[in-house]
């Protein structure tokens, strides 16, 4: 089975960009939809923050709408996440996974390494 393989995080200054990708090293895992989820520091819960599905469609989550962009190709497993306007607030690990597996709710699901990013003056 092939492993997700999350990059781009880094330290940025509030107002800040960054570019996430994601993609599998290995086996393709078959799907329709990805996307990216992120946990913020002393929480357990990941939230997911933006998705893509085959085709194109996209969902964000309030908390970020209008300040972040998915893109890629599920069905490739790679997409990305372009990250602008930065806060405090979005400061988290970073991680890609399959929306339709429910991995943030379902016990003991696959998460790859993430990405850390930083947002502080």
């Known amino acids: 089975q092939g492993q997700l393989v999350e990059s781009g995080g880094g330290l940025v200054q509030p107002g800040g960009s960054l570019r996430l990708s994601c993609t599998v090293s290995?086996?393709?895992?078959?799907?329709?939809?990805m996307g990216w989820y992120r946990q913020v520091p002393g929480k357990q819960q990941r939230e997911l923050v933006a998705?893509?599905?085959?085709?194109?469609?996209?969902v964000y989550a309030d908390s970020v709408k209008g300040r972040f962009t998915i893109s890629g190709d599920p069905a490739k497993n790679t997409i990305f996440l372009q990250m602008n306007a930065l806060k405090p607030e979005d400061t988290a690990i970073y991680y890609c996974?399959?929306?339709?597996?429910?991995?943030?709710?379902?016990?003991?699901?696959?998460w790859g390494q993430g990405t850390r990013v930083s947002v502080s003056s």
């Open positions: 290995g086996s393709i895992f078959t799907a329709n939809a």
């Open positions: 996974n399959f929306p339709e597996r429910r991995p943030a709710t379902v016990p003991g699901s696959y």
């Open positions: 998705s893509i599905i085959v085709g194109g469609t996209t």
